[in-house]
């Protein structure tokens, strides 16, 4: 059934005439002192304040479930928000002196401790002045006592009630209350569920409020980017939800390491992987929380919203049934041991030990990819590829980004990846008749002009074409050719030369002496 909180009390076929919080149900949450909970908490009287102030659309809070026995509600779920619209009614009602009409509203208790049953009581019948600084002006009154400045329900609710009244500080209260308590088209409304309706048992209860802790970061995280997507890319909302609690969560459940939220937090790190990409193709630079992030990257202000969100999703649908790391051991090797060839149409990365992971899918969700400037650009190659499955000759494009990240150490900078996105982009995804290498410009110069007389070099003699990546692969070259000679007459005899000088590192310091 839908309702207001105060319209619980004028439904007949419910009866309610007290709200009262179970004994089983933990502290009020909504006030608690924490950065995250600060968050969330500015979050959601923003969206009150919206739905109160405003002639727009109403706010819904979605199902309430609970018991109604003997006439008392008590919430099996949705305690946090009943608690917070209680207060929210009683700040409306002063502010709008609206106090002494006595409605039902006011019939709100919690059973958990007395301390907040009394609190409770000697708030409604509170009329602070017109200029008061609530939490001071509840201390001291002769019934406040010392204990609660302990108790984490009332404390909690003396925050929540700062934070109203910061919020609602300028804000026209008496037409605000009218769109609250109207029994039509109410400000905000919720669906209230009898669980003695839905055949339930105690033994749910008990196991839906066994819960006690706040929820994780993903969980917040999740609820507020859904939020963000119904004003930006509603028609989208549906399709994120299923996805982020189905195929992605399968998807990422082998990076599962024993911790409780591990699966969550290979979410998160890959999700901030694809929002930092929109962020630097957008030309800015990422800053601020990941939620702050993701309202500049998907939030109804950015006219590249749906685009987006399309290269989200579709960055997390191409891996989903995938074995990744066979994936990413097709495209990428280990630097050969002295004397070897790395394996045959692979690009090798440089600086990864013997026994260390060329998936960069899963470096990333793992945590071990940000601020890798390198893997990043890499990754983000694959991604396109895949994403576009058109990229002509692909690995041999690979190599060259590769060739110019290792030479490219002072270019690589956070205020410069929205241009190396761009260069690598058209690297990756430019028509093989167009691709000019001497269009990229975020890259080392030198480099780009060395892979330009590569690529003429390898039209004309292919043949030796395993002959130069071999040389490409060495760790000392790095994918830097210029003081070779491009000549097909002795290009392999100096590469040779090159590897067997090379093949004892117990000559190095006599040839650097050198």
């Known amino acids: 059934m839908m309702s207001s909180y105060n319209g619980l009390f004028a439904q007949p076929l419910l009866g309610v005439e007290w709200i009262e919080i179970p004994i089983i149900q933990r502290d009020y949450a909504q006030g608690r002192d924490s950065d995250a909970v600060a968050r969330i908490r500015a979050q959601f009287l923003d969206a009150i304040h919206n739905a109160v102030t405003n002639e727009g659309r109403p706010l819904s809070l979605d199902f309430i479930y609970g018991d109604v026995i003997d006439g008392t509600l008590r919430p099996l779920d949705g305690q946090q928000r009943l608690t917070t619209l209680f207060l929210l009614h009683w700040y409306l009602a002063w502010r709008a002196d609206r106090l002494e009409q006595g409605q039902g509203w006011m019939r709100f208790r919690y059973a958990t401790r007395p301390s907040a049953r009394r609190f409770c009581e000697c708030l409604v019948a509170s009329t602070p002045p017109a200029d008061a600084s609530l939490r001071a002006w509840f201390e001291d009154q002769h019934w406040f006592l010392y204990s609660w400045q302990h108790d984490p329900t009332i404390q909690s609710m003396l925050r929540m009630l700062e934070a109203i009244h910061e919020r ?19 400000a905000i409304s919720f669906q209230l569920l ?59 459940w082998r990076f599962r390491r024993g911790t409780e939220n591990s699966v969550d937090d290979a979410f998160l790190h890959y999700f901030q992987f694809i929002t930092d990409v929109c962020e630097w193709r957008d030309g800015q630079i990422p800053a601020g929380d990941i939620e702050s992030l993701a309202e500049r990257v998907y939030g109804s202000g950015n006219q590249n919203a749906q685009a987006h969100l399309d290269f989200l999703i579709q960055s997390f649908d191409t891996w989903v049934g995938i074995d990744t790391a066979a994936v990413f051991a097709q495209t990428f090797s280990h630097p050969p041991a002295q004397g070897d060839n790395a394996p045959p149409d692979t690009v090798v990365l440089f600086g990864i030990p013997s026994d260390g992971s060329v998936d960069l899918f899963a470096e990333c969700c793992q945590g071990q990819l940000r601020r890798s400037w390198s893997k990043t650009l890499l990754l983000y190659a694959v991604l396109l590829h895949r994403q576009h499955q058109h990229t002509p000759e692909f690995l041999r494009r690979v190599r060259i980004l590769r060739n110019l990240i290792e030479a490219s150490g002072n270019e690589l900078r956070a205020d410069r990846m929205p241009n190396l996105l761009k260069d690598t982009r058209y690297l990756i ?40 990546f071999h040389l490409e692969d060495h760790t000392l070259l790095r994918g830097a050719l210029a003081a070779f000679e491009f000549d097909a007459q002795v290009f392999e005899k100096l590469a040779n030369a090159f590897h067997a000088v090379f093949a004892t590192p117990a000559v190095l310091p006599v040839l650097t002496g050198a």
């Open 168 to 186: 609602f500080a300028t804000a026209d209260c008496v037409a605000a209350w009218d769109r609250l308590v109207r029994p039509q088209n109410p």
């Open 194 to 252: 009898p669980i003695e309706n839905m055949g339930l048992t105690e033994d749910l209860y008990i196991k839906m409020n066994s819960r006690g802790k706040p929820l994780t970061r993903f969980e917040n995280f999740k609820a507020r980017f859904e939020q963000i997507l119904e004003d930006s890319c509603r028609e989208r909302v549906g399709e994120f939800a299923l996805k982020v609690d189905g195929v992605w969560a399968d998807l990422l």
């Open 429 to 468: 995804e430019a028509d093989a008749k167009r691709l000019n290498l001497l269009n990229i410009k975020s890259f080392n110069q030198a480099q780009v002009a060395d892979e330009q007389q590569k690529v003429q070099f390898l039209e004309q003699t292919p043949d030796l074409k395993d002959a130069l």
